[in-house]
């Protein structure tokens, strides 16, 4: 398993993120991303339809007006 170099874990604790190229194949992440959509289905079938939306009874961001 690949270690972060010492300029890796400096940039991350300048700059709050790291981009790391390819840390994952697409297969993980187009399973990551179904996962995370299932989820966002799950949670919308679970609430009522006059409740805001949410993440686990957290409000979501708003985009646009």
Same mark, same amino acid.
């Given at each position: 398993?690949?270690?972060? @170099? &010492? $300029?890796?874990? =400096? %940039?991350?604790?300048? *700059?709050?993120?790291?981009?790391? =190229? *390819?840390?994952?194949?697409? /297969?993980?992440?187009?399973?990551a991303? %179904? $996962?995370? %959509? %299932?989820? !966002?289905? /799950? $949670?919308?079938?679970?609430? &009522? +339809? @006059?409740e +805001?939306?949410?993440?686990r &009874? &957290?409000?979501?961001?708003?985009? !646009? +007006?």
């Amino acid at each position: 398993m690949p270690v972060l @170099s &010492r $300029e890796q874990i =400096d %940039a991350f604790w300048r *700059d709050g993120y790291l981009i790391v =190229d *390819d840390a994952v194949t697409l /297969a993980q992440l187009a399973r990551a991303q %179904a $996962e995370i %959509a %299932a989820w !966002g289905r /799950a $949670e919308a079938h679970a609430r &009522r +339809p @006059s409740e +805001p939306p949410t993440i686990r &009874r &957290r409000p979501t961001l708003r985009h !646009g +007006p």
